[in-house]
């Protein structure tokens, strides 16, 4: 049972270029989020998948879109990236909102 | 904004002492609060969780609270062991304007053998 699996684990990003971040889940759980982390201040929810078709912002939505390819992939793609999203990104999946979310191993991502 | 803010941000204990460590919230729509342990390189997993209609919930070594008056709560950990040495986070959950989470700053237990 792999839980949430995100890929890559790590990734260099000039300033500009683009790229997604994948991630999938094996609990057949409903809803999806990713969040970012930076030091000293926590985890921030960039957006979130209540069920399969559905996306909605966060706290942090800015320069970040995302595709509920189905129920259990959720992706989360950055078309321009800046040096300020710089950070470890985490996808996570629960059954339903307001339930036990479980959270993949993250992402380093290192814009330059 | 909403915030949660998280105290201490470091505690270090003797093995076998208790640590305490406490959250305030500004949301008082919050009705879901988690706790999550992150060791490095990991990803957060979740140790324990209540809801705004219980005032207290117990697993074993640990254990929460929750003052809604005081829009407080408080993860407790007794007897620690040096493999509790991760960095906790809490969050508070509300509905309001659509879903919403906000997570404390972190408080890193180091527990000394």
């Known amino acids: 049972n792999a839980g949430v699996t995100q890929t890559p684990k790590f990734q260099v990003l000039k300033t500009g270029q683009s790229m997604t971040l994948q991630c999938a889940q094996d609990m057949n759980h409903n809803s999806m989020y990713w969040y970012r982390q930076d030091p000293g201040m926590g985890l921030r929810l960039i957006y979130y998948s209540a069920s399969e078709g559905t996306t909605d912002k966060g706290e942090v939505p800015n320069g970040y879109n995302v595709s509920r390819l189905n129920k259990r992939e959720f992706s989360l793609r950055l078309e321009s990236a800046a040096p300020s999203q710089t950070s470890v990104y985490f996808c996570?999946?629960?059954?339903?909102?307001?339930?036990?979310?479980?959270f993949g191993q993250g992402t380093r991502l290192t814009v330059v | 904004g909403e915030n949660v803010e998280q105290h201490p941000s470091t505690l270090s204990v003797q093995e076998g002492d208790s640590a305490v460590i406490k959250c305030t919230y500004s949301d008082s729509a919050s009705n879901y609060f988690p706790w999550y342990k992150q060791e490095l390189g990991k990803g957060p997993q979740l140790i324990i969780d209540i809801r705004s209609n219980v005032g207290e919930k117990k697993d074993q070594r640990i254990a929460v609270t929750l003052n809604k008056t005081a829009k407080h709560f408080s993860l407790h950990i007794t007897e620690t062991q040096p493999e509790d040495s991760a960095v906790y986070f809490c969050a508070a959950t509300s509905n309001t304007g659509g879903f919403k989470t906000i997570f404390g700053a972190g408080t890193r237990l180091f527990v000394k053998a």
């Open positions: 996570a999946s629960s059954e339903f909102l307001y339930t036990e979310a479980f």
